[in-house]
């Protein structure tokens, strides 16, 4: 299954501090999306890295991939207590999204 | 423009009963997605429509769960004779035309609860 897994399960950090999370999948994929979710609702699409790409950013969001580790990071710079949320990754080799069981992101204030 | 939108925000429902759940994708997207996530788990896939067709069913659990997209837009998720066990935020997706590598919007979801 090309099903995304984070890690660490859970991170908590001081307002300011850098979070950085990781994802590891197991096939080939055409591209890999990375989406925030705030008290189980709606997801919020952070960024999407082709599979010819190895890094790209997006203000304060930091995505880095390496197809032959099978594995994501995303990095988020200078947290504020708006970034506590859920974020999952999702490995995607069609139109389907496998999205694993996400990182919690706790910011300290 | 709108984002996705999905109706009832929350619905409870006891064992055996039928439950319809509603989605409005954003407007000119013609790939429509149904996901189920369980509790502290991630989404599952259900099924994926291109235009008014089901392109890709092989997510549904079992045959009591059945999605329609009669005109292309407006998406309903059936389910017959709900069980405890379907108890899930119920979210839905839209994209352009379903290409590999598009970005999926995900609307705010349903909440399912099934006494």
């Known amino acids: 299954s090309q099903q995304g897994e984070e890690d660490p399960q859970a991170l908590s950090i001081q307002e300011g501090e850098n979070a950085t999370m990781n994802c590891s999948y197991k096939?080939?994929?055409?591209?890999l999306q990375w989406y925030r979710q705030n008290s189980g609702r709606g997801l919020v699409h952070l960024i999407l890295?082709?599979?010819?790409?190895r890094e790209k950013h997006s203000g304060r969001l930091r995505v880095t991939l390496d197809t032959s580790k099978k594995s994501s990071s995303l990095l988020i710079t200078a947290s504020r207590a708006a970034d506590t949320a859920s974020y999952f990754c999702?490995?995607?080799?069609?139109?389907?999204?496998?999205f694993g069981a996400g990182t919690t992101v706790t910011v300290r204030a | 423009g709108a984002g996705v939108s999905q109706t009832p925000s929350n619905k409870v429902t006891e064992k055996g009963k039928y439950v319809e759940l509603r989605c409005d994708p954003i407007?000119?997207?013609?790939?429509l997605y149904w996901y189920r996530q369980s509790l502290g788990q991630g989404p599952e896939f259900l099924i994926y429509?291109?235009?008014?067709?089901?392109?890709?069913d092989s997510g549904l659990p079992n045959d009591r769960f059945f999605a329609v997209r009669p005109e292309g837009s407006v998406s309903t998720l059936k389910i017959q004779r709900t069980e405890r066990g379907d108890s899930a935020v119920y979210l839905c997706a839209s994209s352009l035309g379903g290409a590999q590598g598009e970005t999926q919007y995900f609307g705010p979801g349903t909440r399912l609860l099934v006494l």
């Open positions: 407007s000119g997207h013609t790939a």
């Open positions: 096939t080939s994929i055409n591209n």
């Open positions: 429509f291109q235009g008014t067709g089901a392109a890709d």
């Open positions: 890295i082709r599979s010819n790409e």
């Open positions: 999702a490995p995607a080799n069609d139109y389907k999204l496998s």
